[in-house]
């Protein structure tokens, strides 16, 4: 592994810098440090400076004496602090590319919600070869990459625009269990078997926590709600239809758009949970395989057949479920075109509602991360090709994109995506991508996002992710909320 030393002159943009290092050096160590104060540790095969004034910026890009790369950057002094940070970021990105013969589809963006700029564009009026040409000019994506931002960007504002949703508010229920926990998972999911004489526990927790959010949001809204985790599908049957029975009879489900439960995984589901989830006014539901291999399943963990994922799926469409999401993974271990082109034709023969596609992303806590040298021989793929393949199977059923976001270390640098058929779309998943509304979020590890002056702020208020202690600190998860709802509401 290759040792990259960043080093800064001023605290500023160091974050920015240090994201575009490591999506073209996705596989190398990379330690920042700042001149006259000790940092990294060990020798660096290369050494990336930005030397930055108050005219503008000096980046230089070393291999031991060896100069690989300069460059100086002008930044008048009326420049403000986006300027001068697209113009460092640009200048990084010519360095970088030119010394690895490489360009990011994404170019210098490295945040994870791409949509929010041509967004913005288009509520400010402009059109779309203007946003288009912005876009490749300040960020450096690529055509395919700014013409799919653009396109998702004016499908969720077209799906927004029918209700008041600044008005409103979202709801998420997190049930934080899962038959087994995924190689890759980074979530904090606590595996059912050690947790199963505990879930009336657990949902007394719950109902407390939304009883509070029913009572601070009386008189507004309920645009969409959303139970996820973890598997919320581990709850029995009785559990499911508990935990929906109270929801319904404590929130006005009047202005509802949508109501959302994420089945999840295939051997949590049972035909008398889904006839549970049917009494009530639940219009989406997700079933995710991840991949039609069972070997890739045994691999990552998931613990259920290819075949259960088709019995589960047409069992869903039997009861009269017509709006159903599945979510794939791309990148995973063992799996290039071949693999996921088989995966393709299981799903087009299932003809889902609406998929998402996952672009494997290694996070630090996840255990195929903290373990990969036990898979050093098993390969990690994804192409510009694969994901073209996965966005043209979408369009085979009749589906288009409609939300997309990124996370650190993804695969590629490239996306995930949601693709949809006509009045499948996911409310719920733009209204939390794009920061349009408040949700609050009840659960162990949950996470309110409260919104401020049309998403120009956004304020967060954590649960506790460990269960035992969101058990025992229930009244201080609430006291949590009604402080931020005070500040939102003041």
């Excluded at 060990?42 to 990336?48: H, N, S, T, Y």
């Excluded at 589906?399 to 995506?417: C, D, H, S, T």
């Amino acid at each position: 592994m290759h040792k990259i030393k960043l080093e800064f002159t001023r605290k500023n943009f160091e974050y920015d810098v240090y994201s575009l290092v490591r999506a073209f050096f996705p596989s190398c160590d990379v330690q920042t440090s700042y001149r006259g104060e000790e940092g990294g540790t060990g020798e660096f095969d290369r050494l990336i400076l930005v030397d930055e004034q108050e005219e503008g910026f000096l980046f230089s890009i070393r291999e031991g004496e060896r100069l690989l790369y300069e460059e100086s950057v002008p930044a008048g002094k009326d420049a403000g602090r986006t300027e001068r940070k697209n113009l460092l970021k640009q200048a990084v990105y010519r360095g970088l590319s030119q010394l690895t013969g490489t360009a990011l589809p994404w170019g210098t963006l490295t945040g994870i919600r791409p949509t929010k700029i041509p967004m913005q564009m288009l509520e400010a009026g402009m059109r779309n070869p203007d946003i288009a040409r912005y876009m490749r000019e300040t960020y450096y994506t690529s055509r395919e990459k700014t013409a799919l931002a653009i396109a998702v960007a004016n499908q969720e504002k077209a799906l927004l625009e029918p209700f008041d949703y600044e008005k409103g508010y979202s709801l998420y229920v997190g049930i934080p269990f899962c038959p087994s926990i995924c190689l890759y998972c980074s979530f904090g999911s606590h595996p059912l078997k050690l947790w199963e004489n505990r879930l009336e526990e657990y949902l007394q927790a719950v109902e407390k926590e939304l009883e509070f959010v029913s009572r601070a949001f009386a008189g507004k809204n309920l645009n969409s709600i959303y139970i996820g985790g973890g598997t919320p599908t581990t709850l029995h049957a009785d559990q499911l239809e508990r935990l929906l029975g109270y929801i319904c009879s404590r929130f006005d489900l009047s202005a509802l758009q949508e109501f959302t439960v994420e089945a999840g995984r295939p051997d949590s589901i049972t035909k008398e949970k889904l006839q549970a989830i049917r009494r009530f006014p639940v219009d989406r539901i997700s079933i995710n395989p991840q991949t039609m291999h069972q070997e890739t399943l045994d691999l990552i963990g998931r613990r259920h057949t290819v075949e259960q994922v088709i019995e589960s799926f047409h069992l869903a469409r039997d009861l009269g479920y017509d709006n159903i999401n599945m979510d794939l993974i791309v990148g995973l271990p063992g799996e290039g075109e071949q693999e996921v082109h088989h995966t393709m034709e299981e799903i087009k023969a299932l003809d889902p509602d609406s998929l998402t596609v996952h672009s494997l992303a290694l996070k630090r806590a996840t255990r195929l991360n903290l373990f990969k040298d036990r898979y050093r021989e098993i390969s990690f793929e994804n192409s510009r090709a694969i994901m073209d393949m996965t966005a043209d199977g979408a369009a085979a059923m009749g589906m288009r994109p409609y939300y997309l976001y990124r996370q650190k270390n993804i695969a590629g640098n490239f996306e995930n995506v949601g693709y949809a058929k006509v009045d499948k779309a996911g409310i719920y998943n733009i209204l939390i991508m794009e920061e349009k509304q408040t949700i609050m979020a009840v659960g162990a590890g949950a996470s309110t996002k409260l919104v401020f002056d049309q998403g120009r702020r956004i304020e967060r208020v954590e649960n506790v992710k460990d269960v035992n202690h969101y058990l025992a600190r229930i009244d201080e998860m609430i006291e949590r909320k009604r402080a931020g709802i005070e500040k939102w509401l003041g």
